[in-house]
């Protein structure tokens, strides 16, 4: 069974610090990788994907790939309080196969981030 | 990005009843599928709306508890059949363009089954 895991929270950090979020992935067919974040009563919203090993920034996120060791993460520097929400990790396959454009989710990390 | 509309957005139905949720795009797109989001739950994929065609459903979800229409590239239906509590859930549309490996939702529907 396809698996993705999430590091387990909630995590909290202050105001101006990193927040780290990591991902493991079961299937080594997966080829995209995405990061969700969904704030409470909210429908989830893509704030980055990757593709490639190495790391991918995008102002404040920088998100990391090593498909060798099936694993994604997702760096937020400068953390800010509206950085507070449930962080989704999610993988899905390239085309060609039976699961292509099918995301598999983790089951998210809380993230607090207290002024 | 594209813009995704859902109807409704809640909505509080009686135990044995059907729900109809449509899912809008303002743009026509390769990949619709329907997700569902139970209390504090991650979210799990009921099925590929195809266009056209019968939806692909994964494993634990079946035609005749969430069929599913797709009549053109911008268009779905998801209805919930004879509900029942334990279908108290967020149900959420995606869709995905051809080329583009992103995929966005939409604001979901939050369904409460008394």
């Known amino acids: 069974q396809k698996e993705v895991e999430q590091n387990s929270g909630p995590l909290s950090v202050p105001e101006g610090a990193i927040a780290s979020l990591n991902c493991t992935y079961s299937?080594?067919?997966?080829?995209?990788f995405f990061w969700y974040r969904q704030y409470s009563g909210k429908s989830p919203e893509l704030i980055m994907s990757?593709?490639?090993?190495g790391d991918k920034e995008d102002g404040r996120f920088t998100a990391q790939l090593n498909k060798a060791s099936q694993y994604v993460s997702l760096l937020i520097r400068d953390s800010q309080p509206s950085d507070s929400a449930t962080y989704l990790c999610?993988?899905?396959?390239?085309?060609?196969?039976?699961?292509?454009?099918?995301?598999?989710f983790g089951q998210g990390t809380i993230l607090t981030v207290h002024p | 990005s594209a813009v995704i509309s859902q109807k409704p957005s809640r909505d509080i139905c009686q135990r044995g009843t059907s729900l109809t949720i449509q899912c809008q795009v303002d743009?026509?797109?390769?990949?619709m599928f329907w997700y569902r989001q139970q209390p504090g739950q991650s979210l799990t994929l009921i099925a590929t709306?195809?266009?056209?065609?019968?939806?692909?459903?994964e494993s634990g979800f079946v035609i005749d508890k969430f069929p599913i229409s797709r009549p053109n590239l911008t268009f779905s239906t998801l209805t919930v059949s004879n509900m029942s509590p334990e279908d108290s859930s967020i149900y959420l549309c995606?869709?995905?363009?051809?080329?583009?490996?992103?995929?966005?939702f939409g604001p979901g529907t939050r369904l409460t089954v008394t």
């Open positions: 995606s869709v995905k363009r051809t080329g583009v490996d992103e995929q966005y």
């Open positions: 990757i593709y490639s090993n």
């Open positions: 709306a195809n266009q056209g065609s019968e939806a692909t459903y």
């Open positions: 999610a993988v899905t396959a390239n085309a060609g196969g039976t699961s292509y454009g099918k995301l598999t």
């Open positions: 299937d080594r067919g997966s080829q995209s």
């Open positions: 743009s026509q797109v390769t990949m």
